[in-house]
Structure formats: C-alpha cells, structure tokens
C-alpha cells in the first residue's frame, strides 16, 4: 500500500510565500507522475500542478508564474512552492499521485490566505 502525506500548510497574509511537500511511502516501484490539486470552499477540486517522472510540468493558468513544483525521484517526494499568495488561493490542498500504476491522493492539507 501507497501513502501520501501533505505537510507545510498554514495561515499566511496576502503577498506571503508557503512551501508545501508531499512524501510517498510504500513499497513503491514506479512514480509516474505528481501534482497538487485544491478544493476552496464551495467549488470543484481543480488541479493545481503536476510534474511528470521526467520533469516535465504544466500547471494552472490561475498560478502560473507564482508557483513552482518539484520532484525529487531519490525521496518520492513532491514541493510546492507558492508565492505572492492570494486570498484566492485559499484552499484544502491535497497530494495526487500515479504510483505503480494506481492513483493515490493525500488526506490534505489547509491554505488560508487572510490578512
């Protein structure tokens, strides 16, 4: 069984920065992919960022040039990191991941962006 664990969540003032991470635990054989995908209250979870394996990214239109995803292959670990934060940003953010060829999802974890 695959785990993923969200960390680094928090209360942040509008222009702020949060970093958060995700780690992937298990017996894991294959990473094919991660991302970050959030649901703020009242809507649709949207996605966020992914980053494949080989690091190719893509991410929302709405946070593009102000978040950053990485991956690090050697820890199965998955960053985020969010900068110039808004009050619209605020969300539950959760982990995703296509691991061993099934799709995993974190418990989540809370953005709030307030001055």
């Known amino acids: 069984q695959v785990q993923l664990v969200e960390s680094g969540g928090g209360l942040v003032q509008p222009g702020g920065s949060l970093r958060l991470s995700c780690a992937a635990s298990?017996?894991?054989?294959?990473?094919?992919?991660m991302g970050w995908y959030r649901r703020a209250p009242g809507k649709e979870r949207e996605l966020v960022a992914t980053?494949?394996?080989?690091?190719?990214?893509n991410y929302a239109d709405s946070v593009k040039g102000r978040f950053a995803i990485s991956l690090d292959n050697a820890k199965n670990t998955v960053d985020l990191q969010m900068n110039s934060l808004k009050p619209e940003d605020t969300a539950v953010y959760y982990c995703?991941?296509?691991?061993?060829?099934?799709?995993?999802w974190g418990q989540g974890t809370q953005v709030t962006v307030s001055p």
């Open positions: 995703n991941g296509v691991v061993n060829y099934n799709n995993y």
């Open positions: 298990g017996r894991i054989y294959n990473i094919h992919n």
């Open positions: 980053i494949t394996r080989d690091y190719n990214r």
